[in-house]
């Protein structure tokens, strides 16, 4: 099975404007989660969307948002950027259910902004 | 709130030699999953070994293997025969079993591995 895919995979971006990561996950799982690793807060929790529903949501604000598609592929936004949100924005899958807690990662985007 | 901690931010091995990296959690919760992820230089996070709190007996994988200390809130990877290719950032996870929780990341362990 091919495993996680991110697109893109680096990203400059420059203060105020948006932009969008994708990800796709494992072929069969329904479950997609985001994070932003940072050196200074390491590995945080941004949301997961499973079934096109977003089923979880860590505290970062509403510029963060994000969908799932049909096929579980599943899309982050981030508008009027940072430069705190400089990042590597990292996705991963998992099938979802009870049992299959174990999550996937992709290689990541590393979002750079200016 | 569910929180991971690892105290060592870096270790460090000779080749061929055995590590044990730390992690311990806080958590009112009897059934959850723990894990150790593996982030190499090239960034692809790897999952390495994977505990269910439920099962008593230690979870391993070939060279890494785990002392799960459920009363103490314990969970530490030992390393053993380590290789040139184990140098990397280990992180400690912990997910809750039921209410599809997110997962909670410690800090990180940066292993070094010295020929």
């Known amino acids: 099975k091919a495993g996680v895919t991110q697109t893109p995979r680096y990203l400059i971006k420059t203060r105020g404007q948006q932009v969008t990561l994708s990800c796709s996950p494992i072929s069969g799982h329904r479950s997609v989660s985001w994070y932003q690793q940072t050196p200074g807060q390491g590995l945080q929790f941004l949301f997961e969307?499973?079934?096109?529903?977003?089923?979880n949501k860590g505290n970062f604000p509403g510029r963060f948002s994000g969908r799932q598609f049909s096929n579980s592929r599943s899309e982050m936004n981030v508008s009027t950027l940072e430069l705190g949100d400089s990042a590597l924005y990292l996705c991963?899958?998992?099938?979802?259910?009870?049992?299959?807690?174990?999550?996937?990662f992709g290689p990541g985007t590393r979002l750079l902004v200016l | 709130a569910q929180t991971v901690t690892q105290s060592q931010p870096e270790m460090s091995v000779q080749e061929a030699e055995t590590v044990t990296l730390s992690c311990t959690y806080d958590t009112s919760e009897s059934d959850y999953y723990l894990f150790w992820y593996k982030q190499p230089p090239s960034r692809q996070m790897i999952l390495v070994i994977r505990?269910?709190?439920?099962?008593?007996q230690n979870a391993t994988e070939n060279r890494f293997s785990v002392n799960f200390q459920k009363a103490a809130k314990s969970f530490s990877l030992k390393i053993s025969d380590s290789q040139l290719g184990d140098a990397a950032m280990y992180f400690c996870?912990?997910?809750?079993?039921?209410?599809?929780?997110?997962?909670?990341f410690g800090a990180g362990t940066r292993l070094t591995v010295k020929p």
């Open positions: 969307y499973f079934s096109e529903t977003q089923r």
């Open positions: 991963a899958s998992s099938s979802g259910g009870q049992n299959q807690e174990t999550q996937y």
């Open positions: 505990q269910e709190a439920y099962k008593q």
């Open positions: 996870a912990y997910r809750v079993f039921y209410n599809n929780n997110d997962m909670r």
